[in-house]
Structure formats: C-alpha cells, structure tokens
C-alpha cells in the first residue's frame, strides 16, 4: 500500500521565494496551498518562477490547479491523477475535505514494479472508450471468453469523455480477443501482429490508393 506522507501546506502568505526554495529541496512538480486554513489548490512549482521572489503566493492564486484524491482511493485511480496532471504529488483528502497529507509518485511507481501480474511474461493491449460505458469487470469477461487470461490492467488515462488502460493478458487467440473488444465498441490503440482487422484495412487502403490511381 502506497505510503501516506505527512506534509504542512503552503499558507498562500508565504513569499514565493520560500515556496521555490521548498519545491527545490523537497523535488516536487507541485505544491499543496493553504487558504483560511484549507486547501485551497496546488501550484506548480515552473509556473512560480515568472512572479517575483518577494511576492506572496497570493499573488499566484490565479495559476493555482485543482486537483485531489481521496484517502483510500486505488492504485488505478493514482496514477490517473498523477498521469492526468503530469505531478509527482497528490494531496489527499478525506471524505469531509479535511487534508491528510500527500502520495508521491515514486512510491506508487515502486509499488507497481513489485506487482506480479506487470512482471510475468503476456501481451499488452491499449484500449479505449468512452468512460460512462467503460468496465473493467466487462473487459475481464471478453478476455477470458475469448481465450485468453487476465493477469491485469492498468489505467493510463482518465477524463469525464474517455477512459485509456492497458491490459495485461496470457496469450490466447490474441486476434479473437481483440475483435471481441471491439464488437463492445473499445478502440484498440496497440498494435499487433495477429490483428487481422488492421491487417484487412491496411490492404483495403492499399486497394483504394491503386484504384484511384488508375483513374488519373
């Protein structure tokens, strides 16, 4: 389980210059802020540099993001928000909004190393769709009617419009299971060997490129 760190936000009267000499030693893409004794937003820690060292962080307020994950959340939500606000530190929250302390990214990418369905040999496939009619439970299902075994996925992306993940799978009938997905609407973003249905729009394309030609 992913470490929970301690750690004092920013109160936005500190001068930037603090708030520079901070992200500096602690190497952190952000920082947690604090207004009127709550946690008002993160800052990233480039965008602070264009304001003046004797400023309060106040002044920054305009630049601040908003971004957060709850106490308890799963890995996969994580390292969505990790990855969706390209940092290497998550505030955390409880369920009344009171904030607990921070994850680092290291840490969750440590945890993931020692995951042992990403260390045993299998295929990767990158999926996508839009996330209201995304399951993972849904995806287990075609795989394994398909063939082939789940050893796990991973999310990569996730928006309010669209979810991306990787699934790591036991080889099966790799083309089986990709056509599957795709008759439930998930676009397959890898590609692989065994894709007849790429292979197929390849030689469709190749097909019309020559036709039209002929008629110049």
Known sequence: MITLYEFEPVSTAEKIAYALRL?????????PLLRHGRLTGMIRCEDLESYSPDDSLESAFYSMENFHVLAGDDWTKLFSGFLAHETNILPVL????????????????????????????????RIQKNAADFSFGEVGRIVESSGGKMLGILLIEETPAEIIADLKIESGDVNEILQSLRRYDYVILSEHEEDTHLRDLREHADYLSKYLKMGE
């Open 94 to 125: 409880d369920e009344h909004g009171q904030f607990k302390g921070v994850y680092l990214l290291e840490d969750l990418l440590q945890d993931l190393s020692e995951i042992k369905a990403f260390n045993i040999p299998g295929k990767l496939i």
């Open 23 to 31: 992200c500096d030693e602690e190497n952190l893409s952000h920082l």
